[in-house]
């Protein structure tokens, strides 16, 4: 049960990305919004970690740095970058369809390589997600699908989505020595590093908005929110749960996301959030199931 509510609070967190990502279009562009985010990030976790300083470690082998601030470059720059651009020339529908390929691609990976068994629990699980994820986002009419046309932005959001997938291999794979506030220190930088060359084209090419005290407001719970709560939560999802399990529980995006902007926003729900969601939440309980028959010695 921890498990599961740890994945539906880390997803909570990522769902609020796109609607304060909304609620900033036209206002500040993807790269000076990457690198805002990471930099107030970044420095906020890094304050944490100095005040916990008995309890953070920071050192690293001097070979492992660039690999560190290349993943932060990858998951916190790229990945936030594209969901971003993506935003500017397709719908929210094609989005979250193409960011939901997230946990099929990470398992596509895991099973070539043999890091993970392809069970039956773990597929039912799976399929269950991806097509809870298919009924929100069509609204509850799949054959649209089919007359899904692709656009510079969908290019941008499957980008995204193997970048994504990558940073959560990586991150599962990369040992460093590194405790959570360091890690995340570190690859907020790589994120910030990656979005300064793009946000100072931005900047040159073009004009600035004013900002108000409510885009301020915005910025702030989206980088506290779904910056440092979301990918703190994430890397210990990790560690705690793998990846196959974290990635899934984002196909929940769509049904939170949508809570949000009816919170946020004045919209709506309808009868499919409740079936796409339900579907979800089954699937979930099903790749976790498998994953503590196989945890547990003679079973799986």
């Known amino acids: 049960m921890l498990n599961l509510l740890l994945l539906v609070a880390m997803a909570a967190m990522f769902s609020f990305n796109p609607v304060a990502g909304k609620a900033l279009a036209g206002i500040v562009e993807p790269g000076q919004l990457t690198l805002v985010r990471w930099i107030i990030a970044g420095s906020l976790v890094a304050g944490i970690a100095l005040v916990r300083r ?12 660039p690999l560190l601030v290349a993943i932060g470059m990858l998951g916190m720059g790229f990945c ?21 390929a997230t946990a099929a691609i990470v398992l596509a ?46 290019l941008w959001a499957l980008a995204g989505t193997f970048a994504w997938a990558g940073y959560t291999l990586a991150l ?18 790589g994120g910030a590093l990656f979005a300064l060359p793009v946000a100072g084209y931005e900047t040159a090419t073009v ?5 108000t005290g409510t885009h301020v407001a915005w910025i702030l719970a989206m980088t506290l929110l779904s910056g440092v709560g979301a990918f703190l ?11 196959v399990l974290t990635s899934a529980a984002l196909t929940l995006n769509p049904l939170l996301t949508a809570g949000f902007a009816v919170a946020l926003v004045g919209e709506t729900l309808a009868w499919f959030h409740g079936v796409g969601g339900a579907l979800v939440i089954g699937g979930l309980a099903l790749i ?12 799986g």
Not at 131 to 145: C, D, N, S
Not at 172 to 189: D, E, I, N
């Open 172 to 189: 599962k794979h990369t040992r460093t020595g590194l405790t959570p506030f360091a890690m995340f220190a570190v690859t907020a930088l």
């Open 80 to 100: 936030s970058l594209a969901a971003f651009a993506a935003a500017k020339t397709t719908t929210a529908t094609n989005i979250s369809l193409i960011y939901a």
């Open 109 to 154: 990976v895991e099973w070539t390589l043999g890091q993970s068994r392809a069970t039956t629990l773990l597929v039912a699980g799976v399929i269950l997600c991806i097509a809870g994820a298919a009924v929100i986002v069509t609204k509850g009419h799949p054959g649209t699908l089919a007359a899904l046309t692709f656009t510079t932005g969908d």
């Open 54 to 65: 008995d309890r953070e470690r920071w050192t690293v082998k001097p070979a492992g740095l």
């Open 288 to 299: 976790n199931l498998d994953k503590a028959r196989t945890a547990t010695p003679g079973k």
């Open 207 to 211: 004009s600035l908005h004013p900002i």
């Open 233 to 243: 939560t994430y890397s210990y999802c990790l560690a705690r749960v793998g990846p």
